[in-house]
Nanobody, 113 residues
Framework: QVQLVESGGGLVQPGGSLRLSCAAS????????MDWYRQAPGKQRELVAA???????NYADSVKGRFTISRDNAKNTVYLQMNSLKPEDTAVYYC???????WGQGTQVTVSS
């Protein structure tokens, strides 16, 4: 079974950047579509970005033009590059293997001055 480990979260000032990583165990990572979700306190978990096995991407309107999802199948890793961060981007970010029910443990991103 695929397991996920996220990293790269932290505290950043508004306008700053972070890159999240999600490393997957298992040799068949490349066949799965992958998503990044986030959940802010008191809010529902929301889809932020998605990438298919072939590399096609899609983004929530709130992050379009600021966030970039990518994947390196040789490293079994999916990334979320986050630029021009805003306080409203503060949340726990999770990666997800589409259609499998497999989630990472989450990584906290806090945008604050």
């Amino acid at each position: 079974q695929v397991q996920l480990v996220e990293s790269g979260g932290g505290l950043v000032q508004p306008g700053g950047s972070l890159r999240l990583s999600c490393a997957a165990s298992g040799s068949i990572f490349s066949v799965y579509a992958m998503d990044w979700y986030r959940q802010a306190p008191g809010k529902q978990r929301e889809l932020v970005a998605a990438i298919t096995s072939g590399g096609s991407t899609n983004y929530a309107d709130s992050v379009k033009g600021r966030f970039t999802i990518s994947r390196d199948n040789a490293k079994n890793t999916v990334y979320l590059q986050m630029n021009s961060l805003k306080p409203e981007d503060t949340a726990v970010y999770y990666c997800y293997v589409v259609h499998t029910g497999i989630w990472g443990q989450g990584t906290q991103v806090t945008v604050s001055s």
